[in-house]
């Protein structure tokens, strides 16, 4: 069974550009989580969705972030013109129906804005 | 908003036992208390979770408080492969049923030779 994908793996965008960063949950999940970290800090929570469901956003911000997670597909988020304060590692994690108590997480995706 | 204290970095000879501490002082009755650690250039693994009673699993045992306000992660014989940054984190369910993790900076274990 494989785990949590995330593509690219590295990704790097000039300021301005969009950056689209996918995540295939693990078979089975229907449960899908964002998070972000920066350089030395830990992992904050973006989003969470169910399939075609944003379910909790509290973590987004407010303009040029968005997700989402359609019935066929991977999740997406997509970040619109990028700044240099966008430079992070993104995580996806999922997990299985009813929530579960652990989740799954990939190996991320490291974006670089020059 | 990390609801759990960790210390920053802790050092560990290896395959000696190791504990790592995490006061969590304003926790719920409801919120498990999970721990995950991350691997350089890896996103984090789940290590073990627990509610009221002390766990063990495969990996580490997990120690918690009576009054639940502190729990602590014992790693039994440390090995080099166990260096990764360890996360203690309360898992919070909100009111649209989300169980979103709440981060926070984790204790970055040194295993030494």
């Known amino acids: 069974n494989a785990g949590v994908m995330q593509n690219p793996r590295h990704l790097v965008r000039r300021r301005g550009q969009e950056a689209r960063l996918r995540c295939s949950p693990m078979?089975?999940?229907?449960?899908v989580y964002w998070y972000r970290q920066l350089p030395e800090e830990g992992l904050k929570f973006m989003v969470y969705?169910?399939?075609?469901?944003?379910?909790?956003e509290s973590g987004m911000p407010k303009e040029r972030f968005s997700a989402e997670f359609p019935k066929e597909g991977p999740s997406i988020l997509r970040i619109q013109q990028v700044v240099r304060g966008d430079s992070a590692a993104y995580f996806c994690?999922?997990?299985?129906?009813?929530?579960?108590?652990?989740?799954?997480f990939g190996p991320g995706t490291r974006l670089t804005v020059l | 908003d990390a609801k759990t204290t960790q210390p920053n970095s802790m050092e560990s000879n290896e395959e000696e036992p190791v504990h790592l501490p995490c006061n969590h002082s304003?926790?719920?009755?409801?919120?498990?208390i999970h721990w995950y650690r991350q691997l350089p250039s890896q996103g984090p693994e789940y290590v073990i979770h627990?509610?009221?009673s002390n766990v063990n699993n495969r990996m580490a045992s997990l120690a918690i408080a009576e009054d639940r306000k502190s729990s602590t992660l014992i790693l039994h014989r440390a090995t080099l492969r166990d260096a990764a940054v360890y996360y203690c984190?309360?898992?919070?369910?909100?009111?649209?049923?989300?169980?979103?993790?709440?981060f926070g900076t984790g204790t970055r274990l040194k295993v030494l030779a």
């Open positions: 969705l169910q399939k075609e469901n944003i379910i909790d």
């Open positions: 627990g509610l009221t």
């Open positions: 994690a999922s997990s299985p129906p009813f929530g579960g108590n652990e989740q799954f």
């Open positions: 078979k089975g999940h229907s449960h």
């Open positions: 984190i309360l898992r919070d369910v909100t009111t649209s049923g989300t169980y979103k993790y709440i």
């Open positions: 304003t926790i719920s009755g409801t919120d498990y």
